[in-house]
Nanobody, 114 residues
Framework: VQLVESGGGLVQPGGSLRLSCAAS????????MSWYRQAPGKERELVAH????????NYADSVKGRFTISRDNAKNTVYLQMNSLKPEDTAVYYC????????WGQGTQVTVSS
């Protein structure tokens, strides 16, 4: 299993970023995908989750209405569109899948600062 995140960076408060996670090594269509984040000194937390079939989604309360998770099964890719970013969204963002053991990508840094 390989998960490769991209799209992080430095953005001003109120700005937007779109993260991508390219997946390989498993049957992407069959599994739910998740985005987590970990800020310095804090535990890793679930940000958003999308099921395999039908694409139903769940979000952490802190990002509801601002973030949107989506997936393209033809491209084996999951996305996280982040709008109205706040300084408290600063963290390393990880893509994850759980086909048995849980797998993680290497993470992509998102920094929200003026």
């Amino acid at each position: 299993v390989q998960l490769v995140e991209s799209g992080g960076g430095l953005v001003q408060p109120g700005g937007s970023l779109r993260l991508s996670c390219a997946a390989s090594g498993f049957t992407f269509n069959n599994y739910a995908m998740s985005w987590y984040r970990q800020a310095p000194g804090k535990e890793r937390e679930l940000v958003a989750h999308i099921r395999s079939a039908g694409g139903s989604t769940n979000y952490a309360d802190s990002v509801k209405g601002r973030f949107t998770i989506s997936r393209d099964n033809a491209k084996n890719t999951v996305y996280l569109q982040m709008n109205s970013l706040k300084p408290e969204d600063t963290a390393v963002y990880y893509c994850s899948v759980n086909p048995g053991p849980r797998y993680w990508g290497q993470g992509t840094q998102v920094t929200v600062s003026s």
